[in-house]
């Protein structure tokens, strides 16, 4: 049977980022976009990265230009976050998450989550210790909306 844990991605160092790594870590994966009206969710995700890591809490930023929201690299949609909203979290290069290149993450997610395309930047997935997931939150859903959901599966 398929896990999380059974895909890797590429961060924007070039760097494999192994998702197995995150084994028994409670894990929220994001599409961003840097020019997205939506991209202020950064800083909520930055806060509850910061507030939740040391117990257990891996936020994933996978940037995509699907949306014609997004800078030319991954390395520039980076330098962004970090620059305008502090973000710490992984960044990865960036993906497709729908069509025929989707990610094959982003396939799986979409399959586990029971919904299928990806309609908007900023759509998230909640991962449980155990690989399982949870949750798929709507583009528009903030990350403290989410808040509740990430402390009760940290307590799983």
């Known amino acids: 049977m398929t896990s999380i844990y059974d895909f890797t991605e590429t961060e924007v160092s070039g760097q494999k980022l192994d998702l197995k790594d995150y084994e028994g870590k409670v894990v929220l994966i994001v599409n961003t976009a840097s020019k997205c009206g939506l991209a202020p969710q950064l800083e909520g995700l930055e806060e509850l990265y910061k507030k939740y890591h040391e117990d257990g809490l891996e936020v994933l930023g996978l940037p995509s230009n699907q949306f014609k929201q997004e800078l030319d690299t991954?390395?520039?949609?980076?330098?962004?976050?970090?620059?305008?909203?502090?973000?710490?979290?992984?960044m990865t290069e960036r993906i497709h998450v729908n069509g025929k290149e989707t990610d094959p993450l982003f396939v799986y997610l979409k399959k586990e989550s029971g919904s299928g395309t990806i309609k908007w930047n900023y759509t998230k997935f909640l991962i449980g210790r155990n690989g399982e997931f949870i949750h798929r939150y709507a583009p528009m859903t903030t990350p403290d909306k989410i808040e509740p959901d990430i402390v009760k599966a940290l307590e799983a």
């Open 74 to 90: 991954g390395e520039e949609a980076s330098e962004y976050c970090q620059m305008h909203y502090g973000v710490t979290f992984p």
